[in-house]
């Protein structure tokens, strides 16, 4: 065997060993961003709001019935609640409690979280109103869910044909921070497709879901 | 087993001829190779050595496998604070405007995705478009981000403020008393027009002047003569049963042309079992759009047209025992001449006679013939005129003169370029100079406004706020789709601002109806309602404005007389190309990379002339000819044109604009690309130099002599690209792509000139059902003009990119539709035929099964699939696919941050290097049609799925749908005795078909069939 022979060999192996060390130690393949969990700007809970308050999930992504996109809820859609929701229910009892004791006026608790909402829409929490001086700046949320490029996911399809969010995303409802549940890869959407298309999944049975390539490339 | 048709077809000359140069381009489907690697794998001594081939090899494999590991980086979702309440990020909305590409001004819709607006398309109900648009209208939304146009006024030069610029002229006009001119292009919007004449009412012997380019001002003119007023019929081609057009080319540059496509389509229906079509005379010197597609075309230089039209004129007015002076011309041939005056006269109120010659005594004998034919009120309609053209050649004749002599203080110059156009452009520019004050209202810097002291930016139409009259009683109204910026305003909104009135221009607007237009309203609703429904649906019909008085008839004095050519002295004919026009839109890159429907040439203007003329010459396409008309003289390329009259040399205009310097590097950077202009060079050369200001109009023709400089310059052809002629070695078989018949074998047999192959039993008898939908497209040869708006509309909706000259010439052009356009007969008189052709979409693809890693398979619907991340760039399909419609991303064409790129449709994947690509059959909206229908739970119905080519033809030539239900309108283009497809022998079963083409002729069309 020849020295070059012997390179190669050495180098498939120590490709192969990476790959297989890879998979091993829960490194995802490229492209394969599953358990991404991001910080946010604003430590928004799902588990509170879609958990605890049971706000439907159409509520604040009202596109994913009717669009390609869920869409991140704009910040005029926070303030529908938040307008008079300024802080959770202890700290606002703590205020109560503590003017009490101190014998003056009820101040308006603010949340440290909500603060960040309020400067962003321009929302002056001591008249409770919103103030035209204040400069506004949108929110910039940390995408979780990424689709791999050439792709066209269409929410309304899976939404009107009765697919439950929890199918894709995972109990939303559950998490503190939003992350990444499925793996998003091809051959998790094709699965589901087949298993729609042969019954399996008892759900969603008489639907016909699409594996042509063009019914997600192009 | 093969058939043989007598009639050949052939695309050039040189396919004709089988030139060597011609067999070779068939020889294979990528003509340039990739030099190193041909060398390296084919040379006995490689100039790469298999070191350095291992080393380059090594380091791509090494460096995508790193790229590839890298993780992607974090991502933000922003969303608008406040959301509108109709507006859901992802879902497109429409928009009703009107096009300001041409003063035709058509009805557009455009599709705005995230704010912007990415496509035009047809608004169907607008009354004279009727959902049509044309190439130009097509490309007017890549202008809209186009990063030349102007944000900030300029004074002397520099950036300046509204502001500034404002109290700037308003001091200058302080010191203005009198003679103050606006010099516009045909301006209908009354309310415009009503600010400019407030404005001017301030100064005595001040004057608006409408000047266009190219000229109708003849047909104006001469029916003031004639009738007693100044009008531009409206013209009725769906009620002619004859039309006789002389050089003019209305179903590709001539007044409004996709009105005139739609009308006249409408009458070439083949319905019933002795169907009744319209019947279509041209005459002209050179090959136009409509010269292509008439019934019967007879060659003639404009001497000889006159010289017909008066002979026709004649015999008119003895069949009608009218009076008619002795004027006669040279030579007419009497067959002709008996052949068109009797069918007019069988056709009596129902037909048409036009002329695109500028000239007002040709057009008062034209306007005779229509005038004894009863054709007034029919098929012209002069009380309810035009307004799409009003220029006024002697206007502008009158105000150069005022110039000169220095009678002229201040001149305002909007929507029009007379230093560029004008037959003594530059005596106008030095004139021009010499004003006191000049403002020039543009877009761009151009040949006027770099001369102006101040230049007022306007805004896009699509970011502006207007009304047009296009014919009297029809108001089209225009919305921003966008917001324009601040600094950038409208003519009417600047001189209400100079006036201290409103500076809004939207209240400026609303102002002017509420007094003027809402009292022609017809039904009864508040001002409000009636804007909103207005506005809404982008027109308004209202009660046309008080009846002007028409007197009798009467005849001009003047004979016409049109100059004579002989001996070593040519005609020049000036025309308009489909996709240039007068050269205002010269900047667009979409436009310039448009074949020409008839010479097929891009990014160039050449000089058309027959065979024989360049065989007297000794030129070939491509040598360089000195053109020569007393002194005025340009050095452009040979073009050699079927069909062109011996005579006759013809030269588009619109080209040699300043601005186009910015195309010399568009196109990839490589190591062999060369530039599409020599740095510093303008595209084309600018032929407005040989038109005449004569008497009362532009002439736009001329007496030129030709010679021979020695120089060469390839033009940039795409008429022998994606040729399916079979190459020698094959046997070289010729197989006939398109099939025509005359209408009266078409009545004998439907199915006459359609001669479908004897197919043999099929050895794979268990075919795929398609149970679902099953796609398919069906196109009628007989209806397709050649005019391809619908290849502008493919390129804007599924993001194609633009590739220079240069690699067009390498055959890279990357349109996913292409018009193949078929000469069939000897040079001297051709018939011209058209056929779309994009992805055939064959259920047995040749192109699937050679695919080694399936980025190209069938769809259960019948659709040829390209999946682009599965492509590895093999090009086994491109060599396979009989159709030649597969195109090669050879580079990555876009590039990241350009403003330009606002434009792509975020609903499709821009392509990047490496990926084959082809025409999809829109299934981006195929699949956004069966969305919304499974989202609000009803039935997808035939016509809810408009493709892009289908929905803004012209001609409603193309129709899409689905096969497998029986009543749709694709399914009975199906089953109608025209219908064929492309290479039907080789059973590819494609999915898109074709009709027969069928010419209104008496005579049984001489192609057999033979085995």
Known sequence: MTNKNITIIILIALIMGTLIYAQSIDINLPDNNQGYAPKQPINFSHRLHAGDLQLDCLYCHTGADKSRHAGVPPASVCMNCHNFVTAPWDMVQLEEENAKKENRDLQIPVSDELAKLYAAVGFNTEKMKYDESLTKKPIEWNRVHNIPAYVYFDHRRHVNAEVSCQQCHGAVETMETLSQESDLSMGWCVNCHRDVNSGKLSDLVGKNASTNCAGCHY | ?1011
């Not at chain 2, 404009?302 to 015999?315: G, P, Q, S, W």
């Not at chain 2, 499974?934 to 193309?958: E, F, H, T, V, W």
Request: glycine share 8%.
């Open chain 2, 1 to 1011: 087993m093969s058939e043989k048709n007598t009639k050949k077809y052939w695309k050039g000359v040189e396919e004709r001829e089988f030139t060597p140069e011609f067999a070779q381009t068939l020889e294979s489907e990528f003509p340039a190779k990739p030099e190193e690697i041909e060398d390296f794998l084919t040379s006995p001594k490689p100039k790469t050595s298999r070191r350095s081939f291992l080393k380059i090899a090594g380091f791509s494999v090494a460096g995508s496998m790193i790229a590839s590991c890298v993780g992607g980086s974090i991502e933000k979702s922003i969303p608008v604070l406040i959301k509108p309440e109709e507006i859901t990020p992802g879902k497109a909305y429409w928009y009703a405007t009107t096009c300001a590409g041409c003063s035709a001004s058509c009805g557009i819709l455009t599709k705005n995705r995230d704010g912007r607006p990415i496509k035009v398309e047809g608004n169907p109900q607008h009354l004279l478009s009727k959902g049509g648009v044309c190439a130009v209208g097509q490309a007017m939304v890549l202008g809209l981000y186009d990063t030349h146009r102007l944000q900030k006024p300029k004074a002397n030069g520099q950036d300046t403020s509204s502001m500034e610029i404002d109290s700037a002229i308003t001091s200058k006009l302080a010191g203005i008393n009198d003679n103050v001119y606006f010099l516009t292009g045909t301006l209908s919007s009354p309310s415009t027009k009503a600010t400019i004449q407030k404005f001017l009412s301030k100064y005595p012997n001040s004057k608006h002047i409408e000047y266009d380019a190219v000229s109708y001002s003849a047909i104006l003119d001469s029916h003031e003569i004639n009738f007693g007023q100044r009008v531009l019929p409206h013209y009725n081609f769906d009620k002619a049963d004859v039309i006789v057009s002389f050089d003019a080319d209305f179903l590709g540059t001539w007044i409004s042309p996709v009105e005139f496509t739609k009308a006249y389509t409408s009458g070439r229906k083949l319905e019933g079992k002795s169907p009744k079509i319209n019947k279509h005379f041209q005459l002209e010197g050179r090959m136009s759009v409509s010269g292509a597609n008439a019934d019967r075309r007879i060659k003639a230089t404009r001497e000889e047209e006159v010289a017909i039209l008066l002979a026709i004129a004649n015999k008119i007015a003895q069949r009608s025992g009218s009076e008619f002076p002795s004027w006669q011309g040279k030579n007419a041939d009497s067959k002709v001449v008996n052949e068109i005056v009797d069918s007019l006269w069988s056709a009596k109120g129902k037909s048409l006679v036009i002329s695109g010659i500028n000239d007002v005594n040709v057009q008062n004998v034209v306007n005779f013939i229509n005038e004894k034919l009863g054709n007034y009120g029919q098929t012209l309609d002069i009380e309810n005129a035009s307004k799409q053209w009003n220029g006024n050649d002697s206007d502008v004749k009158e105000l150069i003169g005022k110039m000169k002599n220095g009678q002229v203080n201040a001149l305002f110059v909007a929507d029009s370029n007379p230093a560029y156009s004008l037959p003594n452009s530059e005596e106008f520019k030095t004139l021009f100079s010499k004003v006191p004050l000049t403002v020039s209202f543009a877009e761009h810097i151009d040949e006027t406004s770099s001369l102006a002291k101040f230049i007022i930016s306007t805004p896009h139409f699509l970011e502006s706020w207007n009304d047009t009259e296009v014919v009297s009683g029809m108001m089209s109204v225009t919305q921003p789709t966008v917001p324009a910026t601040k600094e950038n305003r409208t003519v009417r909104q600047t001189l209400s601002t100079w006036l201290g009135e409103s500076t809004d221009d939207l209240k400026i607007l609303q102002n002017y109806w509420q007094e003027n237009i809402f009292s022609r309203a017809e039904g009864l609703s508040t001002f409000q309602t009636f804007w909103d429904n207005s506005v809404h649906d982008g027109f308004v019909k209202i009660k046309p404005q008080e009846p002007v008085e028409f007197t009798e008839f009467a005849l001009g004095q003047n004979a016409p007389k049109v100059q004579s050519v002989s001996g070593d002295s040519y005609e020049l004919v000036l025309y308009q190309k489909a996709a240039m026009l007068d050269g205002k839109h010269a900047q667009n890159a979409w436009l310039q990379e448009l074949s020409d429907p008839v010479t097929k040439a891009v990014w160039d203007n050449y000089v058309c002339l027959s065979q024989k003329t360049a065989e007297k010459f000794g030129v070939v396409n491509g040598d360089v000819l000195k053109v020569d008309s007393d002194g005025v003289t340009v050095n452009l390329m040979a073009q050699i044109q079927p069909g062109q009259h011996d005579n006759v040399v013809a030269i588009a205009v619109g080209y040699g604009r300043m601005g186009t310097e910015r195309f010399a590097k568009i196109g990839p950077k490589w190591i062999e690309g060369k530039g599409t202009l020599e740095e510093g060079k303008k595209v084309g050369k600018n032929a407005y130099h040989f038109t005449q200001q004569k008497a009362k109009n532009i002439s736009f023709s001329n007496k030129v002599q030709l010679s021979k400089t020695g120089e060469h310059r390839d033009l940039a052809l795409t008429q022998t690209h994606h040729t399916i002629t079979e190459p020698e070695k094959f046997g070289g078989e010729r197989r006939n792509m398109v099939r025509e018949t005359t209408l009266a074998s078409y009545i004998k047999d439907p199915s006459s000139g359609n001669h479908r192959p004897h197919m043999t039993p099929e050895l794979w008898e268990q075919d795929f059902k398609y149970e679902g939908h099953h796609w398919a497209m069906s196109i009628d040869l007989g209806k397709c003009t050649g005019c391809s708006a619908c290849v502008i509309s493919c390129q804007a909706e599924n993001n194609i990119p633009v590739v220079g000259k240069d690699e067009v010439f390498r055959r890279r052009e990357m349109q996913w539709m292409r018009i193949d356009r078929y000469y069939s007969g000897d040079d001297g008189d051709v018939d011209t035929l058209h056929q779309p052709v994009m992805c055939q979409h064959c259920d047995h693809a040749p192109c699937e099964g050679v695919c080694p890693v399936l980025a190209t398979v069938h769809s259960d619907e019948g659709l040829n699939q390209q999946i682009y991340n599965r492509c590895v760039g093999t090009r086994y399909c491109a060599n396979n696919c009989p159709y030649k419609v597969r195109r090669f991303n050879w580079f990555d064409y876009w590039n990241q941050g350009e403003k330009e790129n606002l434009v792509l449709n975020p609903d499709i994947t821009t392509r990047s290097r490496g990926v084959m690509e082809k025409c999809s059959m829109c299934v981006q909206r195929i699949q956004e049609a069966k969305t919304e229908a499974k989202r609000l739970n009803k039935p997808l119905a035939d016509g809810d799925i408009q493709l892009a080519c289908q929905q803004s033809c012209p001609a409603d030539a193309i129709v899409f749908g689905d096969v497998n239900d029986k009543e749709s309108v694709v399914s009975k283009a199906i089953a109608d005795a025209r219908n064929y497809t492309m290479l039907e022998e080789m059973n590819f079963r494609t999915g898109v078909s074709y009709l027969t083409k069928v010419r209104n002729r008496g005579e049984i069309s001489d192609d057999k069939h033979g085995h």
